[in-house]
């Protein structure tokens, strides 16, 4: 079949075209991921081996580039077409692979992405951000995207919530502007969050975007859909267990559609088994997530429409609200961590004159070299100090302020809305009268 008969296919308001999408965090951390390389290769072997091949593939945590490189050639047969998206210090870690020319790419670097002290949990470094392709499968134009939002770690005290928040409120923004012109966008990632989370609920709420989780008539048996820390996962430590004995669902898949054209989620499921054969892991520490998607011409239904209307405006009024909860939180957290850190570059400043002093009075050399190592300890201590109180501290804070700002507009803009929806109904009540 020619490009044109398949163009021509779609526009058959009686067909429809499938759409195959995986998305999966490797675990791929060089010299600190277990099985790394092993695992690496039975991805691999299933992107290849599926009898369903995938039209479009998204990972996160591909930290390797020689990985990266590894699963481009294997799978270049089915998706001969990839892009690896570098940013940060180690790379952003997250990768396309697409059945379909890629035309464009472009990768928007998250504001806030946790603190360059906190070196264990390395997202500061991971340069994480939204990833872009563009392609075009079977006339369809299609807008590919993959992300991997900050880490938790902490159910208990969560110190990057509002940072996740800010996260999900550049993605909501970026995608209003930039899904239209394309009449089909697919959204893949991991967004360490839950449905019940403020940033999954700002990201769908403020753009549209329909998981293929809820889309789905057929759901798994425990009702969660799990994708974390799930009890049948060989990495899955007991404390998680203890705490989300089902695990947690935060690998998703999303789509949105323009009016032209209909979709709906055939299958959703995870198509990884839950150890790599003939070995005693698996996979990742994630699940991997399939969707098979159904797309055909649009049959408009205007009661339907409108009930969605008016739900999505009650939601996303909620969504927004609490997101600005969250960030007049984080705002208050980053004035407290300033003032700290304030007070620690004087307190530093204090010792480090005070150990001068005591170098240049006529002592011991032993005694000496250990004061002189003690200064350069201060000295490096200090100079953090300084860099966190007038520079990082100052830029998080901007950075949530422009998202509370942001979203008071879109709050203003929502009100809005939702009074002139009262109206119309209120009129319409009348006139059936």
Not at 95 to 108: G, T
Not at 160 to 183: C, D, M, N, P, T
Not at 240 to 249: E, F, V
């Amino acid at each position: 079949m020619t490009v044109g008969e398949q163009q021509q296919q779609i526009k058959d308001p009686n067909k429809s075209l499938e759409i195959r999408v995986f998305t999966l965090n490797i675990w791929g951390i060089p010299n600190i991921s277990r099985d790394r390389e092993a695992r690496v290769q039975a991805i691999a072997q299933h992107l290849t081996g599926t009898h369903e091949p995938y039209h479009y593939v998204f990972l996160q945590e591909v930290w390797s580039k020689t990985d990266f490189q590894f699963l481009a050639d294997k799978v270049s047969k089915i998706l001969p077409f990839s892009h690896y998206f570098y940013s940060g210090v180690n790379g952003s870690g997250t990768c396309i692979f697409s059945c379909s020319p890629i035309h464009e790419v472009h990768f928007h670097p998250y504001s806030l992405n946790g603190y360059p002290h906190k070196i264990l949990h390395g997202d500061w470094y991971g340069g994480k951000g939204l990833a872009f392709c563009k392609t075009t499968y079977q006339g369809i134009p299609i807008l590919l995207i993959n992300t991997h939002l900050h880490a938790e770690y902490d159910d208990a005290k969560d110190e990057y919530i509002h940072h996740r928040v800010a996260q999900a409120y550049e993605i909501s923004q970026i995608l209003r502007f930039a899904k239209y012109g394309h009449h089909l966008t697919i959204f893949g990632g991991d967004l360490n969050c839950t449905t019940a989370d403020v940033p999954y609920r700002l990201l769908t709420y403020n753009t549209g975007l329909i998981d293929t989780y809820l889309d789905c008539a057929l759901k798994p048996a425990d009702g969660v859909g799990a994708t974390n820390e799930t009890p049948s996962n060989s990495y899955t430590p007991l404390k998680a267990l203890r705490n989300n004995p089902n695990g947690k669902r935060i690998d998703y898949v999303f789509y949105w559609v323009s009016d032209q054209y209909q979709v709906k989620t055939l299958v959703h499921d995870q198509p990884l088994p839950h150890r790599v054969p003939q070995k005693e892991f698996s996979y990742s520490d994630h699940e991997g997530v399939r969707t098979v998607l159904s797309i055909k011409l649009k049959q408009n239904n205007p009661e339907q429409d409108e009930k969605s209307k008016k739900e999505i405006c009650f939601d996303r009024t909620h969504s927004l609200l609490d997101a600005s909860a969250v960030c007049a939180q984080g705002l208050r957290i980053v004035s407290k961590a300033q003032k700290m850190y304030a007070w620690l570059a004087a307190l530093m400043f204090i010792l480090q004159m005070t150990v001068l002093g005591l170098i240049l009075v006529d002592m011991h050399p032993g005694g000496r070299f250990v004061l002189f190592f003690l200064l350069i300890l201060l000295s490096i201590g200090f100079g953090f100090s300084v860099y966190m109180a007038l520079v990082f501290s100052n830029q998080e804070h901007s950075a949530v302020m422009a998202t509370k700002l942001g979203l008071e507009r879109l709050l203003d803009e929502v009100r809005q809305k939702n009074a002139k929806y009262f109206e119309e109904q209120k009129k319409l009540s009348s006139a059936r009268q």
